[in-house]
């Protein structure tokens, strides 16, 4: 192998190996992450199940306290391509869910959700520092080193986007077309193989998209949600924005992205971020 390929390669394993130790130290950072939580991920036709929105992860994982307001987009795109509004189906902060979901035709169903970018963070100089270097967040840290602004506090208004992935019917029932079409997202996680077609791939390749265009560079790690403390697998996407992940054997998932760029400087924060997820499940027998 070149010189210049392994000196590429240890660069990268440095970087994820900062990552990693940052993630069990900055537990503040890990409140961000936000998804779509089904209770069943696989179902069978006009089977009805709960969801919840969630927030964090391990002891600050909670029910997302988001307001109805603040939701401006909540679909399910069907199998066929079909379009269906969900947001009248959302009852947030309801005892047995934030939501309720059903679904007729057998298939993988996208469900899409979107925020306003109301939302402000503002930290202190260190904290910030370490939530950008944890999250991988080059613009930001570039932009803060250029300025001589790594001594100031910093600020971010940001936004959500959230996927998950459902299956309605058996293994290899329905299409699994819709799985790997971008839905146009700001920021936007796009497998490139369903992990529902039968028989199940071993390897899961995604593609992180940004503003319309493939983003390289970007962080996007995989959680095991049933043991949510840290990342299982953490990869940075190449120059075509695609990485990949070893194929989960059962269990529920949680795939996610962050990126931001920098704001002018009469704005009332200094960057706008998104936070993008994609969730599914793959449970050990189908419904």
């Not at 964090?56 to 939701?71: C, E, K, T």
């Not at 795109?77 to 979901?101: C, Q």
Request: aromatic share 8%; charged share 20%.
């Amino acid at each position: 192998m070149p010189a210049s390929k392994l000196l590429s390669r240890s660069r990268r394993r440095i970087h994820l190996f900062t990552v990693i130790f940052g993630l069990t130290c900055a537990s503040s950072v890990l409140a961000h992450d936000f998804w779509i939580q089904p209770n069943e991920f696989w179902m069978r036709p006009q089977a009805v199940t709960p969801l919840t929105l969630q927030v964090g992860h391990g002891p600050s994982r909670q029910r997302s306290p988001i307001h109805l307001d603040r939701i401006t987009r909540f679909e399910a795109i069907a199998p066929n391509g079909a379009v269906i509004d969900l947001r009248g189906t959302l009852h947030l902060g309801g005892s047995m869910g934030d939501g309720d979901l059903r679904f007729q035709a057998p298939g993988a169903y996208v469900l899409v959700l979107e925020t306003d970018d109301h939302a402000q963070s503002h930290l202190p100089a260190i904290r910030f520092n370490d939530y950008l270097r944890v999250e991988g967040l080059k613009p930001a840290l570039e932009q803060r080193a250029r300025t001589h602004q790594m001594h100031m506090d910093g600020s971010e208004n940001y936004s959500r986007r959230a996927k998950s992935i459902m299956q309605v019917g058996l293994p290899g029932s329905g299409s699994q077309e819709q799985v790997t079409k971008p839905l146009g997202l700001p920021l936007e996680i796009v497998p490139e193989t369903s992990p529902y077609a039968d028989p199940r791939p071993t390897i899961f390749p995604v593609r992180v998209i940004y503003e319309g265009r493939p983003l390289p560079g970007a962080l996007v790690k995989l959680t095991n949600l049933e043991h949510d403390d840290i990342p299982l697998e953490m990869h940075l996407t190449d120059g075509e924005g695609r990485t990949r992940f070893t194929m989960p054997k059962g269990g529920t998932w949680l795939l996610n992205v962050i990126w931001t760029k920098p704001l002018p400087k009469s704005g009332d924060t200094d960057f706008e971020t998104i936070f993008s997820s994609l969730s599914f499940g793959l449970p050990s027998s189908s419904p």
